[in-house]
């Protein structure tokens, strides 16, 4: 089972809104709704942004926001500011016993 | 606030092998499955491996599983990953992360440990 599948770059300018998808099959995105959200600044542990297609935990910003439809979750940041730029994973349980767990490929998300 | 300190990692020629480990602190360790999930230079995140909460089950990505085992240590609130016949392939930054209970998410990650298999 590979990686899910994510845009490799999304830009916006500071206040826009920018939404980064993510992909996978009914084995994963499909049969779930526990796909999550994770940004990664340069140098950085992964951060939790999303889990469960849409909860945001204690401290996030409200500006971040999830969804999903069928085999695609999608990531929407509303009011882009620069701290903002970073890399974005999704990540979701799977059906498959020999990968319980997969992300996907990444997304780096460009500040203009 | 939930903590994670990796440490175990370095430099190791090929076939080689390496032991991680991950100290846990303010939580109950012993009540949460525990997870490595790693990074290669410029590349994106990869699971590695999951040990269970209650029955030690444990998890291994293909890319590992026969060489590669996840443990734990309740009485000392640490995780560990034994890392034998060593490739190129596994040179990555090794994170350990905290999975809630039940669910299937991270919410806490260690800063990273960086493992380099080089001859």
């Known amino acids: 089972q590979s990686a899910l599948t994510q845009p490799a770059s999304v830009s916006g300018s500071p206040g826009q809104s920018i939404t980064i998808s993510c992909t996978g099959t009914?084995?994963?995105?499909?049969?779930?709704?526990?796909v999550s959200w994770y940004q990664q600044h340069p140098g950085k542990a992964p951060k939790l942004m999303i889990f469960?297609?849409?909860n945001r935990p204690s401290g996030v910003s409200s500006r971040f926001s999830g969804s999903k439809s069928g085999n695609t979750a999608s990531l929407t940041v509303s009011g882009l500011q620069a701290e903002d730029e970073a890399d974005y994973y999704c990540?979701?349980?799977?059906?498959?016993?020999?990968?319980?767990?997969?992300f996907g490929s990444g997304t780096k998300v460009t500040v203009l | 606030e939930v903590q994670l300190l990796e440490s175990g990692g370095g430099l190791v020629q090929p076939g080689g092998s390496l032991r991680l480990s991950c100290v846990a602190s303010e939580f109950s360790f012993t009540y949460y499955a525990m997870s490595w999930v790693r990074q290669a230079p410029g590349k994106g995140l990869e699971w590695v491996s999951t040990i269970s909460s209650s029955d030690g089950r444990t998890y291994y990505a293909d890319s590992v599983k026969g060489r590669f085992t996840i443990s734990r240590d309740n009485s000392k609130n640490t995780l560990y990953l034994q890392m034998n016949s060593l490739t190129a392939e596994d040179t990555a930054v090794y994170y350990c992360?905290?999975?809630?209970?039940?669910?299937?998410?991270?919410?806490?990650w260690g800063q990273g440990i960086l493992v380099t298999v080089f001859s």
């Open positions: 992360a905290k999975r809630p209970i039940g669910l299937y998410y991270f919410d806490y």
């Open positions: 990540g979701s349980h799977t059906s498959n016993t020999t990968l319980p767990y997969v």
């Open positions: 469960h297609v849409s």
């Open positions: 009914s084995s994963d995105l499909g049969d779930y709704n526990y």
